[in-house]
Each structure stands twice: as structure tokens, then as C-alpha cells.
């Protein structure tokens, strides 16, 4: 009995995991080259959180000059995956810097929008 609840506790985690990886994959990591349907999707989703890099110091792309505790407290934030803070080459200086540009369009469109929601 025990070991049949082990392998039906393992069979509903696996499924369960699977269930997510779909929706993650699509809108866990942003295409950079489509802007609108990003903003498309937050606006579904009402998820209106800054779209920020791990880092040392916390900088929100498009308002490094603003109050980044009370726009962080208003609308909230949001990791960008699989970015850290560590730049070894020139292409990854690069892609940061693509990047960097996509979610300070992304993060001004954004905040017009959690400016609507509050």
C-alpha cells in the first residue's frame, strides 16, 4: 500500500511539473524582437511587474534614476531568467545590452499600464 502512494505521489508531481513548462517556455523568458505581445500577454494576465537582472543592486531598466522601493512596492518585479550579473564575453555584453533596451521599452509601456490598474 505504501509503496503504490509513493509511485501515485511521484506520477502526479512528474504530470504536474510537465503541466507548467508549456505556458513557462513561452512567457517565462521574453522574446525580445516582440514588444507588443509581451505587453499583450501582461495585460491578460494582469501581471504588471518590472522586468528587471539579477544583480548586486537592484535597477529597474527605463528608471535607473527613479525611487526603485516605491516603484518596486507599486507595481512589483520580475527576473529576467537565466541572467546573472557576471559578463564574461563581448557577445554576452552584447545580448545584455539588447536586452537591457527591450525591457526599458518594456518596463516604461508597463508601468502605464499598472499606473491604470491602481
Known amino acids: 500500500m505504501n509503496r503504490q502512494l509513493k509511485r501515485i505521489a ?13 505556458d513557462q517556455q513561452k512567457h517565462g523568458t521574453f522574446d525580445q524582437t516582440d514588444l ?8 491578460a494576465e494582469q501581471d504588471y511587474r518590472f522586468l528587471v537582472f539579477a544583480s548586486r543592486r537592484l535597477v529597474i531598466p527605463g528608471f ?7 516603484l518596486k512596492q507599486q507595481c512589483g518585479i ?5 541572467e ?7 557577445a554576452e555584453r552584447e545580448s545584455r545590452s539588447a536586452k537591457y533596451q527591450f525591457a ?5 509601456a508597463v508601468y ?5 490598474s491602481n
Open 78 to 82: 520580475r527576473y529576467w531568467k537565466n
Open 64 to 70: 535607473e534614476d527613479g525611487d526603485v522601493k516605491s
Open 104 to 108: 526599458s521599452k518594456y518596463n516604461h
Open 10 to 22: 511521484a506520477f502526479a508531481v512528474a504530470i504536474s511539473s510537465l503541466g507548467g513548462c508549456a
Open 112 to 116: 502605464a499600464l499598472c499606473n491604470q
Open 36 to 43: 507588443k505581445s509581451n505587453l499583450e500577454w501582461a495585460k
Open 84 to 90: 546573472g550579473d557576471v559578463l564574461y564575453s563581448k
